[in-house]
């Protein structure tokens, strides 16, 4: 009877012990799930990149814009438009030049142009040194200038440039100036073409466009009859009085000796 009472005491103590255990076993882990802190800062999120971290700044590539103007970016109606701008960009000046009206066969004359931006034309002209009608007038230019003189039929004349260079820089207040030798060699009205010509840089390139800026005609008339009116008659009569002269006084003295060599004969 008392291990039985025994036993039912043991029984209740063993049961309430190992629950007692269990519950402080497992009250730590669950603690932590059930409390929360009161202060704890919101949780930042994360984000994933799928990009390869570099070091230093990340690589750039430069791209070569196109020019601001370029033929390359520019519509032919745009091109056109811009060339017309530049041929804008000129200044005024004044231009001479002196044309013999005749010329003996064989003869040489000198052609001279003068082209200043600082004068008059009528006070250019009276800087013409070269015999002949001058002409002058205005023309636009640039600071590079050409000027070419060229004979209509070739061989009419010889033309010789006596300045070092057709293309030359043009000075603001000094004179620039071409002279060319021209020899006439056929007889008639012949023609020379006198142009001067503007260069114009156009896109940035290191060529010249030449721009005809200003031509005229020079009509000189050439004529045998001329060249013999010009001959040293003085020396030509002498000449001929000479070649005259000459056989006659041989003739004379032959027909004297003749005379003389009968009259000894006959005595």
């Known amino acids: 009877m008392k291990l039985l009472r025994l036993f039912f005491l043991l029984v ?7 629950a007692c255990g269990a519950v402080a076993t497992t009250a730590p882990t ?13 949780p930042t999120p994360i984000s994933v ?8 700044p990340p690589p750039t590539t430069t791209v070569a814009a196109p020019t601001e103007g370029s033929s390359q970016t520019l519509s032919p109606e745009e091109q056109m438009a ?18 013999p009206e005749f010329m003996n066969l064989g003869q040489t004359a000198t052609i001279e142009l003068l082209l200043n931006p600082s004068l008059s034309p009528e006070v250019l002209s009276t800087q013409i040194t070269e015999p002949g009608q001058v002409t002058s007038t205005n023309i636009q230019i ?31 207040s000094e004179t620039t100036r071409w002279a060319w030798l021209v020899t006439a060699k056929k007889a008639g009205t012949q023609q020379l073409t006198l142009i001067v010509y503007r260069l114009v ?7 010249w466009r030449e721009v005809q800026t200003y031509k005229a005609n020079i009509n ?6 001329q060249r013999i009116a010009s001959l040293d008659w003085a020396w030509i009569i002498g000449i001929l009085v000479s070649a005259i002269a000459i056989p ?18 006959r005595h």
Not at 30 to 42: C, I
Not at 248 to 265: G, H, I, P, V
């Open 248 to 265: 006659a006084f041989w003739r004379w003295y032959d027909n004297k000796n003749k005379q003389k060599s009968k009259k000894e004969k």
């Open 201 to 207: 840089e156009y896109d940035g390139q290191n060529y």
């Open 220 to 225: 000189i008339k050439v004529t045998v009859f």
């Open 142 to 172: 640039t600071p590079r200038m050409k000027a070419q003189l060229i004979a209509n039929d070739e061989t009419a004349f010889v033309i010789k440039p006596i300045h070092d260079n057709p293309e030359q820089l043009i000075s603001e």
């Open 12 to 18: 209740p103590s063993i049961f309430l012990f190992t």
């Open 82 to 99: 811009q060339i017309d701008e530049i041929l804008k960009q000129t200044m005024g000046a004044s231009l001479a030049y002196n044309k």
């Open 49 to 56: 990149s799928t990009k390869v971290p570099t070091i230093g």
């Open 30 to 42: 669950q603690a932590p799930a059930t409390e929360a802190p009161t202060n704890a800062p919101a």
